[in-house]
């Protein structure tokens, strides 16, 4: 499954400096053609798609999960990572060209890139904050706090820069912007008010831990929208409740917009074959 690049091509120019190419591929599948199709060949190309979209197999991407989406939007999803674009790609291009890629409807895709915000504080900025908020520096208090954010801070930049997908049932993808309206611009607020609107916003997600988990990937300059979210969680209805709530929040309520919700639940590409029932 591994991406050879053509002679002469630099496969490292593609790699970004530190983090992740990602995309989200959506899928429906064309029940006339499946339909005009032998069977057999039919049951060949299940056999071929759930090798292509095994995570586990050789020059597999770095990160590969499979998702039955809700709703009539597609059939399933698709979430890759991996250092290189191409490699990324070479999973879409797989299944449209495999036996039953004459089947297989793309709906939708976004393309981004893994990141660190700038609004995840260092541990100097952590500390500011903390005496914001009425923390005494010279306190036991702070100095517990400062050194746990200390500790969790490497771990944390890492698992947005090359993170571990969490093995929970549910998942929402959207992608969102921010605004450029009078009044209303993100854009014209100056670094410290971005920082404190983004803080709030924060808090608000923290009150989900256990619960939910995200990652917030940048499309800026790469596809029609600025950044894309993805959601995990444990229920569905915990997808609900964060982003009901984080909604109130300025940060979202004054100055997000948001495309579309493709909610989905995690499976292999087997049981979401099944659950289509294509192959059967």
Not at 97 to 108: D, E, F, M, N
Not at 151 to 167: A, G, I, K, S, Y
Not at 224 to 247: C, Q, S
Request: aromatic share 12%; charged share 25%.
């Amino acid at each position: 499954m591994s991406y050879a690049p053509p002679s002469g091509e630099s496969e490292v120019s593609l790699s970004p400096h530190e983090g992740w190419h990602c995309s989200h591929f959506y899928y429906r599948f064309d029940r006339a053609v499946l339909a005009a199709m032998r069977p057999e060949d039919v049951r060949a190309g299940c056999e071929e798609l759930t090798a292509t979209l095994d995570p586990a197999a050789t020059g597999a991407p770095a990160r590969l999960q499979t998702s039955i989406v809700a709703g009539h939007k597609a059939d399933f999803g698709l979430m890759v990572l991996d250092p290189q674009p191409l490699v990324v790609d070479s999973i879409h291009e797989r299944l449209l060209s495999g036996r039953l890629g004459p089947a297989l409807v793309p709906t939708y895709s976004f393309v981004s890139l893994t990141e660190v915000s700038e609004y995840v504080p260092s541990v100097e900025q952590y500390g500011k904050r903390l005496v914001e908020e009425g923390e005494d520096p010279n306190g036991p208090a702070y100095k517990a706090k400062l050194k746990a954010y200390e500790n969790r801070e490497v771990m944390m930049r890492q698992q947005r820069l090359t993170p571990d997908l969490p093995p929970w049932p549910n998942t929402c993808f959207y992608p969102m912007n921010k605004k450029r309206k009078v009044g209303e611009n993100w854009f014209l607020l100056d670094f410290a008010e971005r920082n404190r609107l983004m803080a709030e916003h924060g808090r608000s997600g923290m009150k989900f831990g256990g619960r939910v988990t995200q990652l917030i990937t940048v499309s800026v300059g790469l596809d029609d929208w600025e950044w894309g979210v993805t959601l995990w969680a444990r229920n569905p209805a915990f997808l609900k409740e964060i982003v009901y709530t984080m909604r109130f929040d300025e940060a979202s309520a004054r100055y997000a917009e948001f495309g579309p919700f493709y909610t989905s639940y995690v499976t292999t590409p087997r049981e979401m074959l099944n659950h289509c029932r294509v192959g059967l």
